[in-house]
């Protein structure tokens, strides 16, 4: 069976988070959904395992908002 890595396997996080960051900056909340969804269908094809996938929909699925 296939696991989901939950920790942390990023060469260089804060490279990520910026570059991420950046493909935002001045996007309006329609396009920055698109460009999330675009990239979610890119990444999950990178994935391309099943169980894998359903995994990371299940966690990311368990929302914890904080009031």
């Known amino acids: 069976m296939s696991t989901l890595i939950t920790d ?8 990520f988070y910026a570059a991420l960051a950046d493909v935002h900056r001045d996007r309006s909340d329609a396009e920055s959904a698109a460009i999330n969804a675009r990239l979610i ?3 999950a094809n990178q994935v391309g395992n099943q ?5 990371a929909l299940a966690i990311a699925g368990q929302v914890h908002i904080k009031e």
Do not use: M, P, Y
Not at 51 to 55: D, G, N, P, T
């Open 41 to 43: 269908l890119l990444l």
């Open 51 to 55: 169980q894998i996938l359903e995994q």
């Open 8 to 15: 942390s396997n990023f060469t260089d996080a804060d490279a």
